[in-house]
């Protein structure tokens, strides 16, 4: 087996072992990431109605990005995502880091949300 598909299984591994930790409620939803090597996404949901509240990606036609696979690009979704969030009386939120390290990208994130107002 090669090399990128041993890490594909050890990170959803990872994930699986997160998201039986992690769930999202309505009072604390679950602020999920997902990093592709050119995007990062970010959705906070509620798992007990199964419902997306809010959600931004480097895709997002609002952000005008010249770069997408960069921690400022993955900084600059965390902010939006933190604004939507707290419109839709969003607060806390609970981090599913997806079974990515918390660094670089996910960490850039993660600190511009906090920054932005989210509490996790």
Known sequence: MNKNAQKDIRRSRRRIGIRKRISGTTTMPRLSIY?????MYAQIIDDLSGKTLASASTVDKELKLEKTGNSSAAAAVGEVLA???TAKGVSSVVFD???FK???R???LGD?????GLKF
Request: proline share 0%.
């Open 83 to 85: 604004k939507r969030a």
């Open 35 to 39: 990093k592709s090597l050119n995007h």
């Open 106 to 108: 996910v960490k850039a």
């Open 102 to 104: 918390y660094h670089g």
């Open 97 to 99: 880091r997806g079974g």
């Open 112 to 116: 511009a949300a906090r920054k932005a």
